[in-house]
């Protein structure tokens, strides 16, 4: 009796557990068959005013700046400006000991002298021997004079010409060593080229700087017009084709944060400047002057600024959030038959590889999502312009990023709610025409 209650309390048992597994199962699988309801927000197409914008970051320098350096080595003996001071053009900046230089100059003074004195001598010889020359040829046409004392007598006379000439050239060459010589004396002072301020003062006086006719010598300050200052930026490769002269920049300078700068864009560099060069690090730039048109506020060179460059504006045009565009394979917008897309993967032994993703966005038609292709314009920081695919008033998904990007396809089951906050910003909305 003992061992038929224990054979009927395990088949209870068991007959329990079986019951429960059967129940999960059920449950399982009758809950993979509820449809997957995804929540989103939506915006309305809409005509809109965008304007596309490259921001970039750089300093700001002046339009003009000339720096300083010395042409001829020695000691500083003269420094009458400071950092900051305003000088006139033509103004006296620096002195170089000019002792050495002065030396140059007598020394080529005394040569020259010299030069001229032989010149001198020469001349005189010249006159003397082309004169018994002259006399010479007299006697040698009346057969009074032998052939070799005509010879020597013309001989003599070519000699004291080319003497004469060699002594010219002494003199040419004197001339040349003087002004050469008086050229790096002059040297020694350094006037401004150009009205401005000394932005800044590199050498001190007494201090030694060293410089040539063919290397470029010690800096020692430069001189700039800070009435004209221009930011320089850098702008990358990609960007740098939608840039043009003349377009508008809006520019925000650290120390400045809460004044707006106005620009506009002058110059554009023909030639890339690359950094990281061979490395995974690689960028390639293109430097792009603006000019700054605010007049009231005293700029530093060097201050950080970044800058918004106003490349192109598009009005009355239709757009949409930003974020409402995404990609999507080909095949999930319905564009391929399944029955081709079998057929390749069948002739390539595996998937067609050369399905690239198209742009589009969702909308949402009695309750589910719709794919459709657009086409892409320009963009601001919150709006992008379709020029292909889409229609004013149409409910397009702008949120959430996630189900945008991931969660849906062509026929998601979906439920909106608008109350949840918005991602767009910026683009000013028009009145439809």
């Known amino acids: 009796m003992a061992n038929g209650k224990k054979s009927k309390k395990k088949l209870f048992i068991f007959s329990g557990i079986g019951l429960v597994a059967i129940v999960l199962v059920l449950v399982v699988v009758l809950g993979s068959k509820k449809e997957n309801i995804i929540t989103v927000q939506t915006e309305k197409v809409a005509r809109r005013t965008i304007t596309q914008v490259v921001n970039a970051s750089g ?52 040569g020259l002298q010299s030069a001229r004195a032989s010149l001198n001598l020469q001349k005189a010889n010249v006159e003397k021997t082309e004169s018994e020359f002259k006399r010479a040829q007299e006697l040698f ?24 000439e060699s002594a010219q050239a002494g003199v040419r060459q004197a001339e040349a060593s003087l002004r050469d010589a008086k050229e790096s004396l002059n040297k020694t002072a350094i006037y401004s080229p150009m009205a401005g301020t000394i932005s800044q003062l590199i050498s001190e006086l007494g201090e030694r700087v060293s410089g040539s006719g063919f290397t470029q010598g010690t800096q020692i300050m430069t001189v700039a017009d800070l009435s004209m200052m221009e930011a320089r930026v850098d702008v990358g490769e990609n960007d740098i084709v939608t840039i043009s002269i003349g377009d508008t920049a809006r520019i925000t300078i650290d120390a400045y944060p809460d004044k707006k700068f106005t620009g506009v864009v002058y110059e554009i560099a023909n030639t890339a400047k690359s950094k990281g060069l061979g490395t995974q690090e690689e960028v ?44 999507r394979a080909p095949k999930a917008a319905g564009e391929k038959p399944k029955e081709e897309e079998q ?32 086409k892409r314009g320009i963009n601001d920081e919150g709006y992008v312009e379709i020029s292909e695919g889409l229609s004013e008033d149409a409910a397009v998904v702008s949120g959430s990023y996630k189900a945008i990007n991931r969660e849906l396809e062509d026929g998601t089951v979906v439920k909106v709610e608008n109350n949840a906050p918005k991602f767009a910003m910026g683009g000013k909305q028009e009145e439809k025409k």
Do not use: H, W
């Open 59 to 110: 300093k700001i320098q002046p339009e003009t700046m000339v720096k300083i350096n010395a042409e001829v080595s020695g000691e500083i003996t003269t420094l009458p400006v400071k950092e900051g001071d305003r000088v006139r053009k033509g103004e006296l900046l620096v002195r170089i000991k000019p002792d050495q230089y002065q030396a140059q100059v007598d020394r080529a003074e005394a």
């Open 141 to 164: 046409d009346k057969k009074l004079l032998s052939d070799q004392e005509f010879i020597a007598a013309k001989t003599s006379y070519s000699a004291t010409k080319s003497q004469y």
């Open 284 to 327: 390639t730039n293109f430097e792009v002057k603006i000019r700054v048109l605010n007049k009231d506020i005293s700029l530093r060179p060097g201050m950080s600024m970044t800058a918004d460059i106003e490349t192109e504006t598009k009005k009355n045009i239709i757009a949409v959030p930003i974020q409402s565009v995404t990609t």
């Open 343 to 374: 057929k390749k993967e069948g002739e390539s032994g595996g998937l067609a590889t050369n399905d690239k993703p198209v742009e589009c966005v969702f909308l949402v038609e009695d309750g589910k999502a719709k794919m459709v292709p657009v």
